[in-house]
């Protein structure tokens, strides 16, 4: 029985641009990995060594996409600053570096920026990567960054839908509309426009709003590790509220998993949001989790013990072979 009979799901997967068609397809998952591709660095703090080395060697071995993430400020209580860079100026970077691995953001705090400079960030980055863009956005969960830029922590969930509303109607020729962002009369436009005229924004989480409002108006969700079946529950649910809403078609689903890749021998134990483990407990979640309904897999090396570059090369030859393009 396929995933989709199995969680209720109807239709395909809809087509938007060069990457969100290549990473989703219905009843398939896909491997991808979050920057820093880096391990067993001390602290929040990442080495940021052989970067696009690694991406590079990601995009040979079949990878499907490379992920980074929108951490403004290194705040200690949360452990991790990302890859450090600006987001989108490094998607920039890694866009002439790289020819056909999706590039994207897991994900983008939208009611830490003003839409406008996110819209046009975010278009360009499409263009400028010939349509490999995907954006997962956000409410944000580090309530230590809202007073450094004057922003009510509270209010985080309506002005997430009062961004996510503006950086839609920004890829509309001439828009015209009001919100608590500003207004826009229809006298002057925003260039250039995303690739296939929309970008691919994926709800990360709640982001502090109803199932029912993500699952009509974002095009897909990103969603943390659970066991299987906690897993399959809420992505029914999900699923459930995507065909309520009427939409024409389904939506694919999307988790991070950290593991540190290890030998057969080596008892499985869990470490944070994923496993330490060998092969085989390794191919058999990955097949759990296709069958009940994920498309997409985004890998996190930091607690590899393991030389990076030689995990990859083994995972990609072996348990991830039948994921990767």
């Known amino acids: 029985m396929s995933a989709n009979m199995k969680t209720g799901l109807i239709k395909e997967f809809q087509t938007i641009n060069r990457g969100y068609n290549s990473v989703f397809q219905p009843n398939k998952l896909t491997i991808g990995l979050t920057l820093p591709i880096e391990n067993k660095f001390n602290g929040p703090v990442p080495i940021m060594n052989r970067q696009v080395e690694r991406v590079a060697l990601a995009e040979e071995l079949g990878f499907s996409a490379i992920w980074l993430r929108d951490v403004p400020f290194n705040v200690p209580s949360f452990g991790d600053a990302g890859q450090i860079y600006d987001p989108f100026i490094y998607l920039g970077y890694l866009a002439a570096k790289t020819k056909n691995i999706a590039l994207g953001l897991a994900s983008v705090v939208l009611p830490l920026r003003h839409p406008a400079h996110v819209a046009k960030a975010m278009a360009s980055a499409d263009v400028l990567s ?10 944000g969960d580090r309530g230590e960054e809202y007073p450094s830029m004057n922003l009510p922590y509270q209010e985080r969930s309506q002005t997430f839908r009062d961004s996510f509303d503006y950086i839609r109607q920004m890829a509309k020729m001439n828009p015209s509309f009001e919100n608590n962002f500003g207004t826009v009369q229809g006298n002057m436009d925003m260039l250039p ?6 970008l691919p924004l994926f709800i990360t989480g709640s982001s502090r709003q109803t199932t029912e409002w993500s699952a009509t108006n974002g095009d897909g969700w990103i969603t943390y590790p659970r ?10 649910d999900y699923r459930k509220s995507v065909t309520a809403a009427n939409n024409v078609f389904d939506k694919p689903v999307m988790q991070p998993l950290y593991i540190d890749f290890v030998d057969e021998d080596i008892p499985t134990t869990r470490i944070h949001l ?8 390794l191919k058999s979640y990955l097949e759990a989790i296709e069958q009940i309904g994920v498309n997409h897999v985004i890998l996190n090396m930091r607690y590899n013990q393991a030389d990076v570059e030689e995990t990859l ?3 990609s030859s072996g348990v991830l072979a039948k994921y990767l393009n």
């Open 227 to 236: 066991d299987i079946d906690s897993q399959a529950a809420v992505i029914a």
């Open 313 to 315: 090369k083994k995972l």
């Open 130 to 139: 010939d349509g490999r863009l995907i954006v997962g956005v956000a409410s």
């Open 274 to 281: 994923g496993y330490r483990c060998g092969p085989k407990f």
């Open 193 to 198: 426009k995303p690739c296939a005229g929309k």
